[in-house]
């Protein structure tokens, strides 16, 4: 019944997305350059865009591949996780955090997030480190830096790998660097909603070269060309299969726009931090919202905007709110239901009640739309439209 008064007379009259991708005129015409020359794929494209990422973030090299899964599957694979395994993964992210150390045979160990941040927070880390553990794998959530030199510590002291998700985070700085070169290795993924995109796409950034050359041989099927790993050589023509890797190339379609996206990755960070800024000053006199807690040490790139409900104080649920906003056409979305609650986990044995922050914080959670394409128009509408929902259901 409530819902009604939403509908009938929206603040917007058309869906705002929570997030999506800003092409221009240049990428286009960069696209069409590739599709009227020699490669569609493994061409000059790939490495041009490996090099630019690998530049822009400060690290020595970079794989890219066909999604950010694969790219998180890869690492995994570099980092030669295996049955036996233990793997401390965050349980405030996409499943793919996750499902990337099931693929090679491991076990995920969630650890717990820090409620300010909602990143994992390193004392649990801690906790959970056992004889069998062999890697880390925090995400940078929303787009706000892990605090890499504590997990780094902590690794070193265990001797454990570090796989950042920095999924969200391509842009973001740590302090005052850019995420991508503490951790061993760090995925980024530029499917449309991301910082900058390539359609489908993902890449894993390191200082490693052991690393990087297993990486190359898993991306393409576990086959090498280079002499001094090959058993024998029959002729030019000849190649090995010296382990199983897949086929997760990307494009060279793809990687033309992903080399013409991160000429405007700072511009597009820099809008997002501008919306972001509007959001914070338009919420501060809403006493039901909290707006996302940054750490000191962390310059986030904003992948999206979350914010927190203070239930206690509001006559309605998140599911209330959420659809009143949808009504509004106000593109909500929640980032995330926690991995290890899915069917799939729990018929692993995971139980609810593992990551008590995690649990709580996904019942009060909203994203609200956040991409560089937003107008002034949209950020007020968004701005209007909560505070008419909240409004509505204050206590
Ligand atoms: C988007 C995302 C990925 C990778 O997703 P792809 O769609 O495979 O590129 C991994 N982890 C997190 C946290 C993500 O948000």
Sequence with gaps: ????????????????????????????????????????????????????VAEYVGAKYAVAVSNGT?????????????????????????????????????????????????????????????????????????????????????????????????????GSEYKGNKVGTVADMTEFSFHPVKPITTGEGGLVVTNNEKLYNRMMLFRTHGITRDASLMEKNDGPWYYEQIDLGYNY??????????????????KFVARRREIVAAYNKGFKDVCEIITPYQAEFSNSGWHIYVVELELEKLTCTRKEVFEALKAENIGVNVHYYPVYLFPYYKSLGYKEGLCPNAEKMYERIITLPLHPGMTNDDINDVLVAVKKVITYYRK
């Excluded at 499902?99 to 969630?110: A, E, I, K, S």
């Excluded at 801690?126 to 504590?150: F, L, M, N, R, W």
């Excluded at 726009?257 to 405007?264: D, F, N, T």
Aim: glycine fraction near 8%; charge should be negative.
């Design 1 to 52: 019944m409530k819902l009604a008064i939403f509908g009938g007379n929206q603040v917007r009259k058309t869906m705002l997305a929570y997030g999506r991708q800003c092409i221009d005129e240049e990428d286009i015409s960069y696209v069409n350059e590739v599709l009227r020359g020699d490669f569609l794929t493994t061409g000059p494209y790939v490495k041009e865009f490996e090099d630019k």
């Design 70 to 170: 694969a790219a998180l599957h890869m690492a995994c694979f570099a980092a030669e996780i295996g049955v036996g395994d233990e793997v401390i993964v965050a349980p405030m992210t996409f499943a793919a955090s996750a499902n990337c150390v099931l693929y090679c045979g491991g076990t995920p160990v969630f650890a717990d997030i820090d409620p300010r941040t909602h990143n994992l927070d390193p004392a649990e880390i801690e906790k959970h480190i056992t004889a069998k553990t062999k890697a880390i794998i925090p995400v940078d959530y929303s787009g706000q830096s892990v605090d890499i030199d504590v997990i780094r510590k902590i690794a070193d002291k265990h001797n454990l790998i570090i796989i950042e998700d920095g999924a969200h985070a391509l």
């Design 249 to 266: 190339r990307i494009t060279d379609i793809q990687c033309a726009l992903g080399s013409s996206q991160i000429k405007k990755l700072d």
